[in-house]
């Protein structure tokens, strides 16, 4: 216990009240801390074996914040608390709320810790950090702001991460002259991410006075096609999601690359109190339900081992409800055969590297007689044992053909959508801002105005555009639902919002690309597993149609091939 005392003043002379109040908070403090490096502890995969952990921690939290909140007077006094000392637990508590998005996938959480982070800014719990001649403490104010950008970034709010961004920078310069520590170029390398990370849309969208305005691309209520009437579809639900990353050439902030990024908003639904966020800190109970139906808990994977992979897909596997998806995302570098196999067996066709060849030790390993596979390939009879259950996956690599070479082995539902193997020159030139196929998946109607060349746009031409799009999605559910040639794979996850959005999103995009005067190699257009037919979904006439529409809508309809489509 710490108390401050002023001239012959003993702790004897101090009030009994006001040392228990001193004693309790040291205690919390304490306590809290011990929990909070516990979580470190925990297994990052299973749902059931954290859930009271965190409970335990948020609970002190909440006494902690609290009791600091009604005795300020007498911290202040008897214990010398300080203003960051308040930020470092407001830090930790916005912390909580982000690693329990994580683990939940519900964005209230995620709004709750910008909740705390916001606070801290406003209320300049950092201010004075400089001046306590201690480097760890402003280590502690920067990776705050690390943190702050971070769920700024997922909750879209792109002006104040402008902000952040300037603030951050002008506080690592202080730091770096003040300290002259050797940590500069890490944390310039945070700001040229995050930097990176804001430039990635490749379109921007302008407001009536030519201001930048955020795109928001979570599923929201009324955009997802209604099921048409007594269509019978599976009641599968997409319960976990495994979104793994691998490429050295995208822009990546905190081990999430950009098209982790997007896929990880293309499964969440949009906040429904967003817009009326405040900055007022409060705490929300962790065991609160939402209103709507929960988001599929997500798994984010950067560039993960084989072994830890595995681990991660077996607890999921293992866990998932009965008429659950597990839904596998892959966007990594493409491995192929080095050697052509007598046999074309799942794990003769390559697959997808999900780390680099070095071991966890970071030493690099001895390079292996081409008779030997990647250690760290993830190949398509590496999943077969999960076929077991409902799996839906998505490939995003130059082998994501390896995928079409699958087995359904257990007749369980199976769906694999594969990314084009190739691009043309010009849309390679743009692939550090992300693949052009996930952004498909992402938000079409900023992947088809990226592949049109289209840099920017009104947002009067952007609402009238995304109107247009619905009525095409609403085209291309009617056609997944009436086809008579469609594998029943397809229709038993239709079910589901997420997936059937996704569904209709890979439909819009291997339609675009086919029509699209650029993309002439067979290579450039997407796959599946199972295949889609061909004219009543991905060359149907009236889709062409309305994608020429869209192109004419926006002038862009010399990009597209006009005579590959029947007169009306």
């Given at each position: 216990m710490i108390a401050v005392m002023t001239g012959t003043e003993t702790e004897d002379d101090i009030p009994f009240g006001e040392r228990k109040t001193v004693t309790d908070f040291c205690y919390l403090l304490d306590k809290s801390k011990q929990l909070f490096n516990g979580l470190r502890d925990l297994p990052q995969y299973g749902h059931k074996q954290w859930q009271s952990y965190f409970g335990r921690t948020f609970d002190v939290y909440t006494k902690l914040w609290k009791f600091q909140q009604q005795h300020r007077q007498v911290l202040d006094s008897r214990y010398g608390l300080k203003r960051w000392q308040i930020g470092e637990v407001a830090s930790k508590i916005g912390q909580l709320y982000y690693h329990y998005y994580l683990r939940t996938s519900e964005t209230s959480y995620l709004n709750e810790a910008f909740s705390f982070y916001s606070a801290i800014r406003q209320r300049s719990y950092y201010y004075q950090v400089n001046r306590e001649d201690r480097p760890e403490l402003v280590v502690k104010k920067l990776r705050y702001y690390a943190r702050y950008l971070v769920v700024c970034l997922l909750l879209n709010k792109m002006d104040l991460v402008k902000i952040l961004v300037k603030e951050l920078s002008e506080e690592i310069k202080d730091y770096t002259q003040q300290f002259n520590t050797e940590d500069q170029l890490e944390w310039n390398l945070v700001l040229q991410e995050v930097a990176s990370f804001v430039e990635a849309d490749p379109v921007v969208l302008l407001d009536d006075n030519s201001s930048v305005t955020a795109i928001s691309c979570r599923l929201q209520d009324g955009c997802v096609p209604p099921l048409e009437q007594g269509m019978v579809v599976g009641q599968l639900v997409l319960t976990d999601a495994l979104i793994i990353g691998n490429s050295n050439s995208q822009v990546k902030f905190s081990e999430l690359t950009i098209d982790m990024f997007r896929m990880l908003q293309a499964l969440e639904r949009e906040p429904a109190n967003l817009a009326t966020q405040t900055s007022k800190p409060g705490i929300l109970e962790p065991t609160e339900k939402p209103a709507k139906r929960e988001n599929p808990h997500k798994?984010?994977?950067?560039?993960?081992?084989?072994?830890?992979?595995?681990?991660?897909?077996?607890?999921?596997?293992?866990?998932?409800?009965?008429?659950?998806?597990?839904?596998?995302?892959?966007?990594?570098?493409?491995?192929?055969?080095?050697?052509?196999?007598?046999?074309?067996?799942?794990?003769?066709?390559?697959?997808?590297?999900?780390?680099?060849?070095?071991?966890?030790?970071?030493?690099?390993?001895?390079?292996?007689?081409?008779?030997?596979?990647?250690?760290?390939?993830?190949?398509?009879?590496?999943?077969?044992?999960?076929?077991?259950?409902?799996?839906?996956?998505?490939?995003?690599?130059?082998?994501?053909?390896?995928?079409?070479?699958?087995?359904?082995?257990?007749?369980?539902?199976?769906?694999?959508?594969?990314?084009?193997?190739?691009?043309?020159?010009?849309?390679?030139?743009?692939?550090?801002?992300?693949?052009?196929?996930?952004?498909?998946?992402?938000?079409?109607?900023?992947?088809?105005?990226?592949?049109?060349?289209?840099?920017?746009?009104?947002?009067?031409?952007?609402?009238?555009?995304?109107?247009?799009?619905?009525?095409?999605?609403?085209?291309?559910?009617?056609?997944?639902?009436?086809?008579?040639?469609?594998?029943?794979?397809?229709?038993?996850?239709?079910?589901?919002?997420?997936?059937?959005?996704?569904?209709?999103?890979?439909?819009?995009?291997?339609?675009?690309?086919?029509?699209?005067?650029?993309?002439?190699?067979?290579?450039?257009?997407?796959?599946?597993?199972?295949?889609?037919?061909?004219?009543?979904?991905?060359?149907?006439?009236?889709?062409?149609?309305?994608?020429?529409?869209?192109?004419?809508?926006?002038?862009?309809?010399n990009m597209f091939w006009d005579d590959r489509v029947e007169p009306y």
């Open positions: 798994y984010l994977l950067y560039k993960p081992t084989f072994s830890q992979l595995f681990t991660f897909l077996s607890a999921s596997f293992k866990e998932l409800p009965a008429n659950s998806v597990l839904l596998v995302y892959l966007s990594a570098t493409g491995i192929f055969p080095s050697v052509n196999s007598e046999s074309e067996g799942p794990f003769d066709f390559g697959g997808v590297l999900t780390n680099s060849n070095r071991d966890v030790n970071g030493e690099v390993i001895q390079k292996r007689s081409q008779s030997h596979k990647e250690m760290h390939c993830l190949h398509p009879g590496d999943l077969l044992p999960f076929t077991r259950k409902p799996l839906f996956i998505i490939v995003d690599s130059t082998n994501s053909i390896a995928y079409k070479n699958f087995t359904n082995m257990f007749g369980q539902p199976l769906v694999c959508l594969l990314s084009p193997k190739v691009y043309p020159k010009c849309v390679q030139d743009q692939s550090q801002r992300g693949s052009l196929f996930t952004l498909f998946l992402y938000s079409p109607l900023l992947a088809f105005f990226s592949v049109c060349g289209l840099n920017s746009v009104r947002q009067e031409l952007w609402k009238s555009a995304q109107e247009f799009l619905h009525k095409v999605d609403h085209d291309i559910g009617q056609m997944i639902a009436r086809s008579q040639a469609i594998d029943q794979a397809f229709l038993q996850f239709f079910g589901d919002e997420f997936l059937r959005l996704l569904l209709i999103r890979f439909v819009f995009c291997s339609a675009t690309l086919r029509l699209h005067k650029v993309f002439r190699d067979a290579q450039s257009f997407p796959e599946s597993y199972p295949e889609l037919p061909k004219q009543d979904m991905v060359e149907n006439s009236i889709l062409q149609k309305r994608i020429l529409k869209m192109a004419t809508l926006l002038d862009v309809q």
